[in-house]
Structures are given as C-alpha cells and as structure tokens.
C-alpha cells in the first residue's frame, strides 16, 4: 500500500535551518508529482511547496518564496524540503502529499512538528 514517511522536524530557533524528507513507497514514485502541506494551529492546510515529476519545475507559496527549497531524487523515492531562514510563522506540521491518481485517491504522510522559536 502507498506510504508516505516524514522526518526531520523539530525545534529550531529564528533564522535557522531543517531539511524534511519523505520516504515514499507502494507506488512507482517518479511517476507523482510531489508536495509539501503545511498546517498550523488553528489553521487550514496549505500548500507550501510542490514539485514535477522529473524536477525540472517547483513551485512555492508567497510565504516561503526564496527561503523554502524543494527537491527529489527518484532514486530513493524520497522528496525534501529545505527550509532557510525560518521564522516563527513557519511553524506548523508538516505534511508530504503524493499527486492523486486516476481513481481520485490522495495520500499524505502522517506529519511532522516544525517548531520555531527563540
């Protein structure tokens, strides 16, 4: 079945640095284009950066535009997120989400806690 497994959250302090990855597996992963959801308290979800099959595109929200990078590597069925300069904004769980396939199905990973604070 598909799996979907983050790591690398955290406490960090303002201006600091994580790297997210998520291991995928149960599906061909090149074949998904991937993303990285973020939810803070009492907020909705929302899309903090998303990136194509291959790699060759990415896109970001405003909100971590220049700081937040996204990559993969279709070797090791994983997808990253490295987060710069981070602020206490940033804080939120973490969610990698799988590209929906033909029969409608999304899938997420369960989170990870990204906390920024001084």
């Known amino acids: 079945q598909v799996q979907l497994v983050e790591s690398g959250g955290g406490l960090v302090q303002p201006g600091g640095s994580l790297r997210l990855s998520c291991v995928s597996s149960?599906?061909?992963?090149?074949?998904?284009?991937m993303s990285w959801y973020r939810q803070a308290p009492g907020k909705e979800r929302e899309l903090a950066a998303a990136i194509s099959i291959g790699g060759g595109s990415t896109n970001y929200a405003d909100a971590v535009k220049g700081r937040f990078t996204i990559s993969r590597d279709n070797a090791k069925n994983t997808v990253y997120l490295q987060m710069n300069s981070l602020k206490p904004e940033d804080t939120a769980v973490y969610y990698c989400?799988?590209?929906?396939?033909?029969?409608?199905?999304?899938?997420w990973g369960q989170g990870t806690q990204v906390t920024v604070s001084s």
């Open positions: 989400k799988r590209a929906r396939d033909s029969s409608g199905a999304d899938y």
């Open positions: 149960g599906f061909t992963f090149s074949n998904y284009g």
